[in-house]
């Protein structure tokens, strides 16, 4: 690798570009140096994996001008970025499920493939990826790995290609704790190498641990210069985020709660494979309050969320909604009675992909009126309810007949939230409402489950983040294999002693 030039890695000026008349980019610059790790932050649907995609080539630009190491590039596609050796490890990854690792790494790449033998890919693969700790079996198939070692193969691949400039999008969204800390060591050390990083992401931590310099973006455009990481605080980068300071809002003590709502008793459901993975559970959610349930995934959070939303019948135990008991009843019977539920996966289960956004905030009403009249939709009605709902729940990126699903994350989820929440509820579940959300559709988000809360609304909020779960339950209930190992009430919830009961150091009780 040859890095004497002294010029930046990359010097972006003026970038812009459009869908659809949506300027996804607006007039940014953007300069990476050599050896550095550099933040690229911002609210979903900022413009981050536009620049990136641009950068790496697959996208063009509609203006502006791109210099790597000094060249003027103009890139016609990610092959041509590749060879100027510009590398980026996609959100969503470009693997072949039912190829191995070693295979993986060559796909693509014929040249690789002509001047190495599969022994010596696989011996390389192996060897990458002991040096920057990112291990992975290179005989292993893809679909046997997890997401987070699945997203190592993409790393190995643009090291053994040799990338010089790494992008790295949103590359935390699905690895757990540890694994965000192994690769930021590993991003560390390759900035130190000489490479430069450029590292996605909207988790204020995350980039004060491990970027140098951080760019923000919002609705576009790049907010102010560039900063140093070290010189700004948490605080200080959410508000160039957002554009403003955020205001969580905090319980009036004096309110009162109301009755159970939603009783729960000795509930037993099992997982996809057959075995019981909610293994007696009970519990009691009452009208204004929200009842967290913390773990770490995999303890039964899906099967409890789907046993309560009817998608799923328990082997043994009750529900019962205002003391009535629907263990045995339908999904629809259950959001007649006034259950609500926020899933995890917003296009697989709560969103109709291909309808556009009014539709889809029509979607669980569509019996009733005003939406239909006898057996008639009412397309304006639709329309109306909808541009209402759009406007109060800042859903943004909505334009006339666009699907839904080319909004961004986390207006996708405040289409659903918004949706959810028009309808009359008594209980309402949400199923980490927040995963994947930039500070400000966080807030919004949260704001929404308070609002709910305090309107009576009896509210589980079943979530993997602790942040989360401290800051709006009432009280916590942590899940661990299946049973409830413990429960905190917010005051007395420190995270510490709550790591510990979701690692399963269950308490001695007296
Ligand atoms: N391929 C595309 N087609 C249409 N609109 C897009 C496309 N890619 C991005 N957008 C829009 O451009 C804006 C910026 O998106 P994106 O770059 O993905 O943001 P981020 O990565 O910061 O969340 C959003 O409004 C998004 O809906
Ligand atoms: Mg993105």
Not at 252 to 281: K, M, T
Request: hydrophobic content about 40%.
């Amino acid at each position: 690798m040859t890095l004497r030039s002294e010029s930046p890695a990359l010097d972006l000026r003026g970038i812009s570009k459009a869908f659809y008349g949506v300027k996804a980019n607006d007039d940014v610059d953007f300069e990476l140096r050599q050896g550095e790790v550099h933040a690229l932050l911002g609210e979903n649907g900022a413009g981050k994996s536009t620049l990136c995609s641009i950068i790496a080539g697959l996208y063009r630009p509609d203006t502006g001008t791109m210099h790597v190491y000094g060249e003027p590039a103009h890139f016609r596609s990610p092959k041509d970025a590749f060879a100027a050796g510009i590398g980026m490890v996609y959100q969503h990854f470009r693997l072949v499920n039912n190829l191995t690792v070693a295979e993986n790494m060559v796909l693509g790449n014929a040249d690789l493939r002509m001047r190495y033998s599969d022994v010596d890919i696989e011996r390389q693969t192996h060897e990458i990826g002991n040096r920057y700790g990112l291990p992975v079996d290179p005989q292993a198939r893809i679909w046997q790995l997890s997401v987070g070692e699945q997203q190592r193969v993409e790393i190995l691949k643009q090291l053994q290609r040799n990338a010089r400039i790494l992008i790295l999008d949103e590359p935390t969204a699905v690895l757990t704790p540890q694994e965000s800390d192994q690769l930021f060591r590993t991003v560390r050390q390759m900035a130190d190498e000489g490479r430069a990083v450029i590292l996605v992401s909207h988790k204020l931590h995350e980039i004060k641990q491990v970027s140098d310099r951080v760019t923000v973006l919002r609705h576009g455009r790049r907010v102010g210069e560039p900063v140093a990481t070290a010189d700004a605080t948490p605080r200080e980068l959410a508000a160039m985020m957002v554009g403003h300071d955020l205001v969580l809002p905090t319980r009036d003590p004096n309110e009162h709660l109301g009755d159970v709502v939603l009783s729960i008793q000795d509930l037993r459901v099992r997982n996809d494979r057959g075995l019981e993975a909610v293994r007696g559970v009970s519990l009691d959610v009452r009208r204004g309050e929200i009842v967290g349930i913390a773990g770490v995934a995999g303890n039964g959070q899906r099967e409890l969320a789907y046993a309560i939303a009817g998608l799923r019948r328990p082997v043994a135990g009750t529900i019962a909604l205002d003391g009535v008991d629907i263990t045995g009843t339908s999904v629809t019977s259950r959001i007649a009675r006034g259950i609500g539920y926020v899933p995890q996966n917003r296009l697989g289960m709560g969103l109709a992909p291909g309808l556009t956004t009014e539709e889809n905030l029509g979607l669980k009403a569509y019996r009733k009126p005003p939406f239909s009249r006898g057996p008639f939709l009412v397309p304006k009605t639709f329309k109306d309810v909808g541009a209402q709902l759009i406007d109060e729940y800042d859903i943004r990126g909505v334009r006339p007949g666009l699907p839904i699903r080319l909004l961004s994350g986390g207006n996708l989820q405040k289409a659903l939230i918004a949706r959810e929440v028009t309808q009359q509820h008594s209980v309402l579940v949400a199923r980490s409402p927040t995963r994947g959300l930039d500070v400000g559709a966080t807030g919004a988000v949260r704001n929404l489950l308070l609002r709910e809360r305090d309107g009576g609304v009896g509210v589980l909020l079943i979530s993997e983040d602790l942040d989360e779960l401290l800051a709006l339950s009432d009280r916590l209930l942590v899940l661990f294999e299946g049973r409830i190992v413990g429960e905190l009430t917010s005051d007395e919830a420190d995270p510490a002693r709550l790591g510990l009961l979701m690692a399963g150091h269950v308490e001695e009780t007296a």
